[in-house]
């Protein structure tokens, strides 16, 4: 299958959530009482510290690509084929640095589909042999074999929620922080040799922390001890609470709490983060040196670093994904509503399914798509081909390794600034403006809910999870009740500006 970016397209670390004390402004003696009064007011009401992060962004976040430029244009065309969830493309214009940034910059305007699904089933054994019609599809069951019975399957697209074509701020771009092992040209997750320099020799130890070293130098591999907990069950609670990629979950006592309480009487490693300095140094150094460009945008860095590789079956990947929901606890609630329609099942499952969750560059040459084609690397593999092929590409110069280092999130829920406040600005101060900021900023919702926040008064931008389900909760229990099969749509409007009519 082949799409086309020409398609309309939907517009949309710091290691702990921002300090609000840290950025809101001193107060200073040359400046009014007033000042002064407004910033304590807005450090004695702060947003709720569970929802810190939902005003956070990435300290290095990238530019994002407006739609109207003249590089989106340029990029437009490119087309991609759709493989495994993931948008693939072998277009040579991406092999020029430029192009790969503004490319990816592009892509990263395109959310994510987000699906909720709930199936149901049993299982019986026929008492006899019997034609029976499942789904218009006519098939013969069998006398004491036993069956898997579907008695509903259907899910609820959300992808809606994550668009808003007045706006980019539920968006967030960013290159993988030096600090967070990955694939950076090689074929073992590394660490950047800004945070984590690799061995010089044999016996010679690690290259101190002050050499100078580029954005785009490897470092070392990370330990057995750095792999505990695994980074899929990172961000696996990560997705569950709702948290962004630049907030390290590993530094809550939370996290390692639930932890705790899933691997009770088992073997556990250690009861925190280890730090660079303290796995290497002992317990002598308390805290670890500021890593060098953590918060300097580094992705367009990384586009050049590809594209002077000259391997064969190098690759270029950037990954979606969708924060904001405690969808742990939405889950939970879905289950809970299903249960209350009498339902009782094992079989019983409420999943999140994603789609178009990446995008990867592969390299215009016949071995890169011979070996991406399904059929060919089935046949590679029979004739025992492929394994020749994978030593190559880990022993020779030429061979090529992914750089996994791009990261585009999408927030379900976010608060960003409300244009032209401060610091100090109350709620009903600012919610006495919003009738002029209307015109003049069609990006913010009819009616939208405000939350003092860092800035001085955000606003909600997204759904909030409760909302929702609440919207869903009754037709969820039907579907049940009915055994539905399919999609199931919502009946009622969502947010739509009402017309600017005199006396409406």
């Not at 660490?191 to 016996?203: I, V, W």
């Not at 403006?433 to 909600?460: D, F, S």
Request: proline share 10%.
């Amino acid at each position: 299958m082949v799409t086309s970016d020409t398609k309309s397209m939907s517009s949309l670390a710091p290691d702990s959530p921002p300090s609000y004390d840290s950025i809101l402004p001193e107060p200073s003696t040359a400046s009014g009482s007033s000042t002064a009064a407004g910033a304590a007011a807005a450090a004695e009401h702060p947003a709720p510290k569970h929802i810190q992060h939902l005003f956070s962004s990435p300290p290095n976040a990238e530019p994002l690509l407006g739609k109207g430029s003249a590089p989106y244009t340029q990029v437009s065309g490119i087309t991609t084929h759709v493989k495994w969830g993931r948008q693939v493309t072998f277009d040579p214009r991406l092999q020029n640095p430029d192009v790969l940034y503004d490319w990816i910059r592009a892509q990263a305007l395109i959310p994510p589909k987000l699906k909720l699904r709930c199936v149901g089933a049993h299982f019986e054994v026929p008492l006899r042999d019997e034609v029976v019609q499942d789904n218009g599809v006519t098939r013969h069951r069998r006398k004491g074999q036993t069956e898997r019975v579907v008695d509903f399957d259907f899910f609820i697209d959300v992808s809606s929620v994550l668009d808003h074509p007045e706006t980019l701020a539920n968006i967030h771009l960013r290159a993988v922080p030096p600090d967070r092992p990955t694939y950076r040209g090689t074929h073992r997750p590394t660490y950047a040799a800004s945070f984590a320099p690799a061995p010089l020799h044999r016996g010679e130890g690690y290259q101190r922390l002050d050499t100078d070293v580029g954005m785009t130098d490897v470092g070392r591999t990370e330990t057995s001890e750095e792999r505990t907990p695994s980074a899929e069950e990172v961000n696996k609670w990560r997705f569950g609470k709702g948290y962004p990629r630049w907030v390290d979950v590993r530094s809550m006592p939370e996290f390692w709490e639930d932890r705790a309480a899933k691997t009770k009487g088992k073997t556990r490693r250690h009861t925190g983060p280890i730090s660079l300095r303290d796995a290497e140094e002992g317990d002598g150094a308390q805290v670890a040196p500021p890593v060098r460009f953590a918060d300097t945008p580094t992705l367009k860095a990384w586009c050049e670093a590809y594209c002077r590789d000259q391997g064969r079956l190098k690759s270029f990947m950037m990954r979606k994904w969708i924060w904001g929901w405690e969808m742990a606890a939405l889950e939970s609630a879905v289950k809970t509503a299903i249960i209350s329609t009498g339902y009782q099942s094992n079989e019983l499952k409420v999943e999140w399914e994603f789609d178009d969750y990446a995008v990867e560059v592969r390299p215009p040459n016949l071995l890169s798509r011979l070996v991406w084609d399904t059929p060919v690397w089935l046949m590679l593999f029979v004739v025992l081909l492929y394994p020749l092929i994978w030593l190559w590409q880990r022993l020779h110069p030429n061979g090529g390794a992914p750089y996994d280092l791009a990261n585009a999130s999408y927030a379900l829920k976010y608060y960003p600034p409300l244009p032209s406040t401060f610091p100090g600005e109350s709620v009903d101060r600012a919610q006495d403006r919003l009738p002029a900021l209307y015109k003049l900023h069609p990006e913010i919702p009819p009616n939208p809910h405000l939350q003092p926040g860092p800035r001085g008064v955000h606003y909600l931008l997204g759904r909030k999870e409760g909302g929702w389900f609440r919207e869903w909760e009754e037709r969820i229990r039907m579907a049940v009740r009915m055994r539905y099969k399919g999609e199931l749509v919502g009946t009622t409007v969502g947010d739509v500006r009402p017309p600017s009519l005199d006396g409406y």
